[in-house]
């Protein structure tokens, strides 16, 4: 089974494309199998009631949250402040390179 798609990393910033929280962006805080994740944003979606999510209903984003995962992978849970954190500061550099091309 080839996967055109990279696999998604813990600490990565997905945006949600399908189900009620779709454009939404979280965090992928755990991997399931090759098919599923357990996605937060530390607000609506707690670190403590991750949603699962397959990962064709996700599109990947290129910021990797090194806090998150280095939590994560010490503790094997992260803050939902640190979550928060991670989602603002990913849509700070979105706003700052949209400014950049001039949107």
Do not use: C, W
């Not at 962006?25 to 530390?42: L, N, Q």
């Amino acid at each position: 089974m080839s996967q055109s798609k990279p696999a998604p990393q813990l600490g990565q910033v997905v945006r949600i494309v399908r189900g009620r929280e779709t454009d939404k962006f979280a965090v992928v805080i755990a991997i399931v199998d090759e098919r599923f994740v357990h996605i937060a944003d530390g607000d609506k979606r707690k670190f403590d009631q991750p949603k699962k999510k397959n990962v064709q209903h996700l599109q990947l984003q290129p910021e990797i949250s090194r806090e998150v995962a280095d939590s994560i992978r010490e503790t094997g849970r992260v803050t939902n402040g640190k979550l928060r954190y991670a989602l603002a500061r990913f849509a700070e550099q979105r706003e700052a390179e949209a400014q950049q091309r001039g949107e």
